[in-house]
């Protein structure tokens, strides 16, 4: 025992011996705008050591090689696409440590990024088994971008429709809307929706250009990682660490329409183990004119946001890592909807998270929280509430076993409780919760160093739909050089239904058919008429039926009988169509009243045109009923089959699956080209906001038919035969007649025009059983058949020298407007067939100076979401940009939509013109 005791003390003892005999060598490789290249070969060689010692950069950038003897040391930084960079003459010295970092300049600009949002792993982009594209923070930092998605709007396959000064929707591959979560947008792994109505508002993240590092853009589904709602692609926005990003920040800009803008942030670390970050932005701004007439509110175009940020990184040793972060942000500003705009006030934003890494494993916490503030909609005037919440929790471990196979795993736990105290889920207020749970497995598979193999699978339960479902992924990956990467990938993903889908009860329009000015008289008003609203689709739909099968309706003229506004009336009932008859006849009645005094000219008196009116029978024979359907492109009426009147399903996930040939590759590390080719089948499409119920009016003919037969039978009754005789009089010329000597022509006159009026009154609707308000026409979500698209993305980057960068872009899908699927209706893409997009940057290799411009172009489209319906005009746009250096101070200039091209990006949007603005930046 006392032997090993000995043996111990001294092994014990010569272990930190033998580290003061040797010395250190560590820092950090980045490239010139400051990206940390992870996986960089480091070579060291020096006479003090045999042969080379080496090592290679993790994630952040830095590199280690320990055990180096005291000596001078020639050190070699490589990295594909990047320079070689040599340091001689570095100084290592006994039981001390050495750092020397490296800044490397590419050769080629992009295609050798290191992404994560792929496989979440990392990877080079020109490796990753997914369509991926990166904007770099040099992009980014000193752009006048008022909103995080305006860094990707002109990357391919990006549908991005600009609704305001800072608001758009922005989605991947068309399915477009004006409230779109489509687009699964992340920052630093969290889930940056509006929590319940899932919907990307990009313009609340609360996120400085400055603490961007790189926005990732994954197209394409990626349920079978990220789980459901991912099926359109990725937008994964990663911020800069505090540690390695010391310093501070502070910039200044204004431009047209009262744009004024301030943000700062600092950053600090201790030991490149504790780091601090806080940043800020304020924003101010005059929104672009537009008049809805159905508007019942006035609209205020002021825009203004305050955003704030904190985040603290612990790393206790190079394997572990502790992130927490916070951020808020409170804007007002007008956002589209499907019921149409809505005026946000005061709407808050905010955030909590905590991350952890450690060797291969990664969880993380975070809270998303809500509050509407007074947001009100702008057609109603109603009020908003959204005080939602998301909490989500993950974890994820990442194996490898041996060089060429790797496992990643992980679970997730998704909690959504919206908070709307009746005011959009109205009668679901108390039953809207929905947990979701799922677990993912992904193996990648190398066989050689040209071919791999990418499988993965997830299971998702969500707690409103009946079963659970899986969501299978492949790929296989194959580079026949280091320069080109071939891709074939098949992704099955689904979209859960939102908790606004499902819960959605809301009113869109007041007094739709102006009943409350017309029939004031009979009691009918904002509180007794037709509104238009919104229903989500949780339960089926089901339409009562009399003993015939035909569907029954509810009126509001019911309460002029003083039955219960919710009584169901037979379609051709005779009581019920006189009933609604009575209604019309009395506005028809007042009308004629006025019109036979102005054609006389004043010589027929109201209490005489009375007389005359009173051949107008109070009851009618043989009515019946049509159905017609509002349509909100024309705002008229179509006519709609009786048979057409089905039950609805309760909403199903929609289902879709990619098969999709991608390549990349760099061409003589000047050109970098990329396409990728398509097919996508979507099953259950969810249909965005969709009328559904249609509207009864008494029938035109038979209404002409029996207005005809009763006025002859009541001029025939001997009865009435001085009425009778009043009424040839019609026939003379000071009364408005053609005086042949016929008054019947005169007669039939009045006949038809007293028909064509009282045809055109919605009277009732054929509402569902399940309907809040018995006798509004009703919108919901519904899932359509199979619909499928073919589609290209493809882009150009070109480096013709070190100071030029041009790119290009083209995307196309083969159809964008899907005509009465199933006999049900159109389903629309709400994007271009055609979108192009070119840009050219200038950086002189000896002047800090930036100089860049971009045109786009989108081509035509038709529009269906909600109440808004119609084409959209193609429309191309320019922009450019300038930005200069001069030491610690940065000014920059941008012109958005330089020529004012006049556009609207949707029906209902605003006509955008052209924003001029001017900045300065400090950085110290």
């Known amino acids: 025992m006392r032997l090993a005791g000995v043996i111990l003390a001294v092994i014990m003892t010569a272990v930190p011996a033998a580290a003061q005999e040797t010395g250190i060598l560590t820092g950090r490789i980045a490239s010139e705008s400051g990206v940390s290249l992870f996986g960089a070969n480091v070579v060291v060689k020096s006479p003090a050591i045999e042969g080379l010692r080496g090592s290679t950069s993790d994630s952040r950038g830095m590199y280690r090689v320990e055990g180096l003897p005291a000596g001078a040391y020639e050190i070699t930084v490589t990295f594909l696409g990047y320079v070689a960079e040599t340091a001689t003459g570095v100084l290592v010295q006994r039981g001390a440590r050495t750092e020397r970092d490296f800044v490397l300049a590419a050769t080629v600009l992009v295609g050798q990024e290191v992404v994560v949002s792929a496989s979440r792993k990392q990877e080079k982009a020109l490796d990753a088994p997914a369509s991926v594209e990166v904007v770099e923070m040099k992009d980014i930092r000193d752009s006048q971008a008022l909103s995080v998605d305006e860094h990707i709007k002109n990357l391919s396959g990006v549908d991005h429709a600009k609704t305001g000064v800072m608001q758009a929707s922005t989605v991947i591959r068309g399915f477009n809307k004006v409230l779109s979560g489509l687009l699964l947008t992340m920052v630093d792994n969290r889930i940056a929706r509006i929590p319940s109505l899932r919907i990307n508002s990009f313009h609340i993240i609360p996120i400085t250009s400055e603490d961007i590092e790189r926005i990732e853009i994954v197209r394409g589904p990626g349920s079978a990682l990220y789980g459901p709602n991912s099926s359109n692609g990725v937008m994964h926005i990663i911020s ?21 803008k301030a943000s700062f942030r600092h950053a600090s670390s201790v030991n490149d183990m504790i780091g601090l970050k806080i940043s800020g932005k304020y924003l101010k701004a005059r929104d672009w004119e537009h008049h809805d007439p159905a508007e019942v509110v006035p609209r205020n175009l002021d825009i203004d946001g305050q955003y704030g940020e904190i985040r603290l990184d612990v790393r ?15 804007s007002s500003s007008i956002q589209m909807t499907g019921q149409g705009s809505a005026q946000g006030r005061d709407w808050v934003y905010s955030y909590l998270q905590g991350r952890m890494q450690y060797r291969g494993w990664f969880g ?94 997830r299971l998702d339960r969500h707690s409103r739909l009946d079963n659970p479902v899986f969501s299978p992924r492949a790929a296989v990956v194959m580079k026949p050089n280091p320069e080109n990467t071939f891709r074939v990938t098949y992704n099955r993903a689904f979209n859960t239904p939102t908790v606004t889908t499902l819960s959605l009860d809301i009113r869109a329009v007041v007094d739709a058919f102006e009943f409350g000015d017309y029939f004031g008289g009979l009691g009918l008003g904002p509180d007794n008429s037709i509104d238009i609203r919104s229903y989500g689709a949780r339960n089926p739909f089901t339409f009562r039926r009399d003993e015939s099968g035909q569907p029954m309706y509810r009126s509001p003229f019911a309460t002029v009988d003083g039955l219960p506004r ?29 019109q036979l005094g102005n054609d006389s000219g004043g010589l027929v008196t109201p209490e005489l045109a009375a007389q005359f009116t009173g051949v107008i029978p109070e009851r009618l024979h043989g009515l019946t009923n049509s159905l ?19 039950d609805i399903d309760k909403i199903r996930p929609t289902i879709s699956q990619t098969l999709e040939f991608g390549y990349k590759g760099i061409v003589r590390n000047k050109l970098v080209l990329a396409a ?23 029938d035109e003919g038979s209404l002409r038919s029996a207005l005809s037969q009763g006025i002859a039978d009541y001029l025939a009754d001997p009865a009435n035969a001085q009425l009778a005789g009043l009424v040839t009089l019609l026939d003379q010329p000071a009364l408005g007649g053609n005086g042949n000597g016929d008054h019947a022509d005169e007669i039939k006159g009045y006949v038809d025009q007293i028909a064509d009026g009282a045809a055109m009154i919605p009277f009732g609707t054929v509402t569902p059983e399940q309907a809040s308000d018995p006798t509004a026409v009703a919108l919901t979500y519904r899932n359509f058949g199979d619909v499928t698209v073919y589609g290209a993305d493809l882009g150009l980057s070109w480096f013709p020298n070190r100071s030029w960068h041009i790119t290009g872009s083209y995307s196309y899908i083969h159809r964008n407007l899907f005509e009465n699927v199933e006999n049900l209706g159109d389903v629309p893409l709400n994007s271009p ?8 940057t200038y950086r002189p290799s000896r002047i800090p100076l930036t100089l860049g411009g971009k045109i786009s172009y989108r081509g035509a489209f038709p529009m269906l979401d909600g109440v808004y319906a119609g084409p959209v005009d193609a429309y191309a746009v320019v922009d450019a940009n300038a930005a200069y250096q001069l030491s610690a101070i940065t000014f920059s200039v941008e012109a958005s939509n330089l020529l004012n091209t006049k556009y609207h990006a949707f029906v209902g949007a605003p006509e955008i013109g052209r924003l001029l603005s001017a900045g300065v930046a400090v950085r110290f």
Do not use: C
């Not at 800069?240 to 004024?260: H, K, M, Q, T």
């Not at 037979?570 to 006025?594: T, Y």
């Not at 067939?833 to 050219?840: D, E, P, V």
């Open 316 to 330: 206790p040793s190079e394997e572990l890592t502790f992130i927490g972060s916070a951020g808020y942000s409170k």
């Open 676 to 698: 990728d080719f398509y097919r996508t089948q979507m099953n259950d499409y969810t249909l965005p906001l969709w009328i559904f119920t249609p509207s009864v009016f008494l």
């Open 364 to 457: 993380q916490f975070f809270y998303n929280k809500s509050d509407a503030g007074e947001t009100q909609l702008l057609r109603t005037g109603d009020g908003v509430v959204d005080k939602s919440s998301l909490t989500v929790m993950q974890l994820q471990n990442s194996s490898d076993i041996g060089p060429r196979q790797q496992f990643i795993y992980g679970v997730d736990l998704l909690l959504t409780r919206p908070r709307t105290e009746g005011t959009i889920h109205g009668n679901y207020e108390d039953d809207d919760d929905t947990d979701e749970f799922g677990g993912y497995l992904q193996s990648e598979t190398r066989f050689t160093d040209q071919v791999s193999l990418m499988l993965a699978g």
């Open 628 to 646: 017609q359907l509002l349509n909100p492109e024309t705002q008229d009426f179509d006519p709609y089959d009786v048979s057409a009147v089905q």
């Open 566 to 594: 919710d009584t169901y009336l037979r379609l051709d009932d005779p009581e019920a169509n006189n009933l609604l008859w009575r209604a019309a006849r009395e506005l028809v009645v007042a009308e004629l009243i006025q």
């Open 833 to 840: 067939k055609h979108k192009l997009s070119g840009g050219i």
């Open 240 to 260: 800069r660490s505090p540690i390695g990003s010391e310093g501070n920040f502070v910039s200044l800009s204004g431009g047209e329409r009262g744009l004024r």
